[in-house]
């Protein structure tokens, strides 16, 4: 990453209350894990040129550790997501805090299949490098992510795609605590193995999205 974008991310991330521990995470060049978790990203049309980029971070729930108390399973998880652009300025961002008190059901639900964390960027077209980090209170654990993306120009071609999202039959195992509002059923992310698949992406035209029925159908 380049020093000036590591200088703007870090104030950025001060300003917004990011752990120290994350900080310094998110403004390492390379991938930092001792927590286990990945990242999907794919841009959508959104306003004006802009696209409305979705960005899903699903971790295991063998790295969490939960502490009980009377009888519920807590944890906080921070996730922060920073997005800088070829000339290293920091296009945007997004900090979110998760107070998890699951109930023992709940619990185990996301120690066997996981946690999902979604999030949402409005970008200009361009081509970008997103830092994802996530850090987990209880066990102290950390993780950033290095993710290259790029923004096409939804107004510019006559017709052109969105980005796809794959996901499958088992995506609802996976406990979501903020669900995305504009996701179709709540529960896309990234497929398992073994499950049937289903995506769904959005086509556009220069009089705006294309579709026989729905905006953004999806295939199965």
Known sequence: MDPKAVAEARAIEARSGTSPAL???LTNPLRVSSLPFRVFATPFK???RNASVLIAVEIEGSGLKFSEREGRFNESVELSIVAVDQSAKVRGEDRQTFELKLR???YEQVRRSGMRLLSRLNLPPGRYQLRVGV???AGAAFGAIPYDLDVPDYSKPVFTMSGVVLTSSRAGELATPSPDA???D???GLPRRDTPLHAAGCAHGLHGTVSAADPCPVWR
């Open 182 to 184: 504009q996701l179709q």
């Open 46 to 48: 959104g306003a004006g």
């Open 135 to 137: 850090h987990e209170a």
């Open 104 to 106: 023992p059901e709940t």
């Open 186 to 188: 709540g529960s896309t």
């Open 23 to 25: 900080r310094a995470a």
